[in-house]
């Protein structure tokens, strides 16, 4: 059922310096404008590489899901990796029915690609956050 890797959720304390490491350190020559959505609790940033882009996430206001995860580790680290799939409800029913635990209303929401998401409960992804998105036109 997943489909590509769309890309991998790296939060960060700082996008600032996170983009500094993916350019300077790693060579990445195309970078996105960080962004905010608001309502997400989030900064995002895109690195785009040859197949995959890195998502740098940053948290946004007080109340932002980003702050638990740096708590536990301050300097950052690998949050979530995102797959993409064909049809968004028809995996999001698929996950359901194998048992899999969808993260909040189980409603896909907007992501920061403009497409919609769901999220799924590591407890079933062997300690992994996984994100599936509805396919992008590529
Ligand atoms: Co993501």
């Known amino acids: 059922m997943i489909g590509r890797l769309n890309h991998v959720g790296i ?10 490491v993916y350019r300077d350190l790693l060579g990445a020559t195309r970078i996105g404008e960080r962004f905010a959505i608001p309502e997400q609790g989030v900064w995002v940033c895109f690195v785009d590489l040859p197949n995959a882009q890195i998502e740098l996430i940053e948290p946004y206001g007080d109340a932002s899901p980003i702050h638990g995860f740096l708590a536990k580790s301050p300097a950052g680290g690998q949050h979530h990796v995102c797959f993409e799939v064909a049809d968004i409800i028809a995996a999001r029913d698929a996950m359901r029915a194998k048992g899999a635990t969808i993260l909040g209303t189980g409603e896909p929401r907007i992501g920061a690609h403009g497409v919609p998401v769901i999220f799924l409960h590591p407890r079933d992804m062997g300690g992994v956050l996984i994100e599936l998105m509805a396919e992008p036109v590529h």
Do not use: L, M, Q, R
Request: glycine share 0%.
């Open 11 to 20: 939060a960060t304390p700082s996008i600032e310096k996170s983009v500094a």
